[in-house]
Nanobody, 125 residues
């Protein structure tokens, strides 16, 4: 089970930190990711992190502004978002892949096995 939190209303240029608490499965064996879905658009990949946290990937639009991290001891996934702009407005979902130790799964929604409930981020101009 995944429980995302930390969303809210911010202004352009602000920062926001999302958290995702995990429970149930041993998520430390799985890559994890953040996806987002803006109104009227498909859900899209944002960032992924390997089970040990030593490999990370980002969509081009957030590179240099967002940082994904995880603390396996605390069973928590994070997404630090800096320099937010209105195009970042979306519901953000944390996610875990269905296969352990397969990093490439995390950037593809079809391989995601568990989704969090989503947290809304709204960036005003």
């Amino acid at each position: 089970q995944l429980q995302a939190s930390g969303g809210g209303l911010v202004q352009t240029g602000d920062s926001l930190s999302l958290s995702c608490a995990t429970s149930g499965r041993t998520f430390s064996n799985y890559c994890m990711a953040w996806f987002r879905q803006a109104p009227g658009r498909d859900r899209e990949f944002v960032a992924a992190i390997s089970w040990r946290g030593n490999r990370k990937d980002y969509r081009e639009a957030v590179k240099g502004r967002f940082a994904i991290s995880r603390d396996n001891a605390k069973n928590t996934l994070y997404l630090l978002m800096n320099s937010l702009n209105p195009e970042d407005t979306a519901v953000y979902y944390c996610a875990a892949a269905g296969r352990p130790y397969v990093y490439s799964d995390c950037s593809k929604s079809s391989f995601i096995d568990v989704w969090g409930q989503g947290t809304l981020v709204t960036v005003s101009s």
